[in-house]
T-cell receptor
């Protein structure tokens, strides 16, 4: 049972445009969501997070939106840069849990 | 210091060898984690240490043996591994073991190859 789903395995975006990565979840207990970026052969890097009491969180070029009724979150990157090319993982957790539940990842490619 | 370090970066071992992976953090975090990651897959949780005590073992085979000597260090002892254990092994830490408002910070990983 995959509780966190990233349905797009890959996404290609032109440099300077907006990249939108999507994530859906099924467990209503999740109350904290995170996005990680991963380059090949490196550990994931924490990007941005959002708690369920908010519907938006912004940090520079990165904005995460949360739609609790739809159990959906998205990561917006604007403007997209070549260095953003990586695999992006969505993860979720809830109070008292000691682990993150990861999605399968989306490979983002930024084209010049 | 906001870094999780892991050594070695690469490790090649035979199925009869014994080796250890090391992880260190100096952020004062009280939870530490071992993950295994195969290509094109998300990280897969193996163990969680909470205040230096093993709190979660995700049914990992006994050929993997974790150890937390102190609050800054985490080891993973390897013995009699199989070729299918070849993967990127990631260490992570977080301020506390709780789930919410508790980002996990990952090290660069150890690329393990079992021959």
């Amino acid at each position: 049972d995959q509780q966190v789903k990233q349905n797009s395995p890959s996404l290609s975006v032109q440099e300077g445009r907006i990249s939108i990565l999507n994530c859906d979840y099924t467990n209503s207990m999740f109350d904290y969501f995170l996005w990680y970026k991963k380059y090949p052969a490196e550990g994931p890097t924490f990007l941005i997070s959002i708690s369920s009491i908010k519907d938006k969180n912004e940090d520079g070029r990165f904005t995460v939106f949360l739609n609790k009724s739809a159990k959906h979150l998205s990561l917006h990157i604007v403007p997209s840069q070549p260095g953003d090319s990586a695999v992006y993982f969505c993860a979720a957790s809830f109070q008292g849990a000691q682990k993150l539940v990861f999605g399968q990842g989306t490979r983002l490619t930024i084209n010049p | 210091d906001t870094e999780v370090t892991q050594t070695p970066k690469h490790l090649v071992m035979g199925m009869t060898n014994k080796k250890s992976l090391k992880c260190e953090q100096h952020m004062g975090h009280r939870a530490m984690y071992w993950y295994k990651q195969k290509a094109k897959k998300p990280p897969e949780l193996m163990f969680v240490y909470s205040y230096e005590k093993l709190s979660i073992n995700e049914s990992v085979p006994s050929r993997f043996s974790p150890e937390c000597p102190n609050s800054s260090l985490l080891n993973l002892h390897l013995h009699a591994l199989q070729p299918e254990d070849s993967a990127l092994y990631l260490c992570a830490s977080s301020q506390t073991p709780g789930g919410s408002y508790n980002e996990q910070f990952f090290g660069p990983g150890t690329r393990l190859t079992v021959l």
